[in-house]
């Protein structure tokens, strides 16, 4: 079953614009971690913010996190065309230590340039 | 080190053969997870290791899916008898069992079951 739910399903904006992503999921976590794919490869990590996190920056990445409405925005600045690609957010199951991911259905961005 | 290696990349196959992917994970990681990728379906959590042992293979569809974990460095997924339905992209990923740690992916196999 999935645990996150993303919206919108696609996006498409352009370049220099910002791009926000939204997560929700289902049960407790210990972290929400953000992943992106590019068309045809597997998934590369981006960030992952911890349940006692409300927000996280890294470059032009930013998460936040509101467990108390279990959800999480993803927002990329300044977007690229490099930045075009599927974004997957995944949390673990607390009180859970495994690593197990489950992930939700992904938000397609399209950066144009 | 490497990354995650998946071998394959792509197989065709014809509908009733048996299947065979395989994982290498990064080394030192004893957190194993196959995952499928389908349009339909989205990424689903087939099964996965911890030290070697299979911990939840819920995710696997049928009987016809196995998967083993010989040893810390090498895993299968096997698919027999494959039928079109199967068609997908596999990945295998790896992490650390601990808390608050992300999972490195493999590149995927495309598998087409004609």
């Known amino acids: 079953s999935q645990q996150g739910e993303e919206d919108p399903q696609a996006l498409s904006i352009q370049e220099g614009e910002n791009a926000t992503m939204n997560c929700s999921y289902k049960t407790s976590i210990n972290n929400l971690q953000w992943y992106r794919q590019n068309s045809g490869r597997g998934l590369v990590h981006l960030i992952l913010?911890?349940?006692?996190?409300r927000e996280k920056h890294s470059g032009r990445l930013r998460v936040t996190l509101d467990t108390s409405k279990k959800s999480s925005s993803l927002l990329i600045t300044a977007s690229r065309a490099a930045d075009t690609a599927s974004y997957f957010c995944?949390?673990?199951?607390?009180?859970?230590?495994?690593?197990?991911?489950?992930f939700g259905q992904g938000t397609t961005l399209q950066v144009k340039p | 080190d490497a990354g995650v290696i998946q071998s394959p990349r792509h197989e065709v196959t014809e509908m009733g053969q048996e299947v065979t992917l395989r994982c290498k994970p990064i080394?030192?990681?004893?957190?194993l997870f196959w995952y499928r990728q389908t349009m339909m379906r989205g990424l689903e959590l087939l099964i996965y290791?911890?030290?070697?042992?299979?911990?939840?293979d819920s995710g696997m569809p049928e009987d016809r899916f196995s998967a083993k974990m010989p040893n810390a460095s090498f895993s299968t997924l096997k698919i027999q008898p494959s039928e079109p339905r199967d068609s997908a992209v596999y990945f295998c990923?790896?992490?650390?069992?601990?808390?608050?740690?992300?999972?490195?992916f493999g590149q995927g196999t495309r598998l087409t079951v004609v």
């Open positions: 290791f911890n030290n070697n042992v299979p911990i939840d």
């Open positions: 080394s030192g990681h004893n957190s």
């Open positions: 990923a790896s992490s650390l069992t601990t808390v608050n740690t992300e999972a490195f």
């Open positions: 913010i911890r349940s006692n996190e």
């Open positions: 995944a949390t673990d199951e607390y009180p859970s230590n495994t690593g197990k991911l489950i």
